[in-house]
T-cell receptor, first 110, second 112 residues
Framework: GQNIDQPTEMTATEGAIVQINCTYQ??????LFWYQQHAGEAPTFLSY????GLEEKGRFSSFLSRSKGYSYLLLKELQMKDSASYLC???????????FGTGTKLQVIP | DVKVTQSSRYLVKRTGEKVFLECVQD?????MFWYRQDPGLGLRLIYF???????EKGDIPEGYSVSREKKERFSLILESASTNQTSMYLC???????????FGPGTRLTVL
């Protein structure tokens, strides 16, 4: 099975940088997703990491260490609209089912 | 743009009623999924389908069934709704051979 752990809530200041961590234990591993979900809305895809290292997409970057079972999402130059829940999800090897963490609710304050 | 739509944003039903939640995607995706999302529990997979008329149980299938008669449509059925099925239900689809799931807007179901 899979076990995914991420902080429940975080608060950060507008313009700052925040790092949201995710650790996982899985019986097989293909890759790790990050999704953003605003309150009352559907999750939207941010990134999918398969290989170790950092992938950057504008203000958002995602890092993966397969050997450590660890990932983080880095948000730079925070904006108020970044207030949302951030979901970490793992796709096991050769399996269609993705397992989601419980999400980290990020609040950006002025 | 991928579009996944769900039949209702909000639904209120009574205990014991049969409930149908419909999901339609317009991108010819083979795989479709039904999740429920509850505070503190995250997204949990109920059922998924990887082709027409094919279905597989997810992690919490009890009390639910599904139907996939056409490729673009995946229905979730609550045979006899119970109060513990009050939740946000999210449908998603994915093209075979790719990794990203695209989600619908969700249906918030309340069972009284």
């Amino acid at each position: 099975g899979q076990n995914i752990d991420q902080p429940t809530e975080m608060t950060a200041t507008e313009g700052a940088i925040v790092q949201i961590n995710c650790t996982y234990q899985t019986s097989g591993f293909n890759g790790l997703f990050w999704y953003q979900q605003h309150a009352g809305e559907a999750p939207t895809f941010l990134s999918y990491n398969v290989l170790d290292g950092l992938e950057e997409k504008g203000r958002f970057s995602s890092f993966l260490s397969r050997s450590k079972g660890y990932s983080y999402l880095l948000l730079k130059e925070l904006q108020m609209k970044d207030s949302a829940s951030y979901l970490c999800a793992v796709r096991p090897l050769s399996n269609q089912k993705v397992t989601f963490g419980t999400g980290t609710k990020l609040q950006v304050i002025p | 743009d991928v579009k996944v739509t769900q039949s209702s944003r909000y639904l209120v039903k009574r205990t014991g009623e049969k409930v149908f939640l419909e999901c339609v995607q317009d991108m010819d995706h083979e795989n479709m999924f039904w999740y429920r999302q509850d505070p503190g529990l995250g997204l949990r997979l109920i059922y998924f389908s990887y082709d027409v008329k094919m279905k597989e149980k997810g992690d919490i299938p009890e009390g639910y069934s599904v139907s996939r008669e056409k490729k673009e449509r995946f229905s979730l059925i609550l045979e006899s709704a119970s109060t513990n099925q009050t939740s946000m239900y999210l449908c998603a689809s994915r093209s075979r051979g790719t990794d990203t799931q695209y989600f619908g807007p969700g249906t918030r179901l309340t069972v009284l």
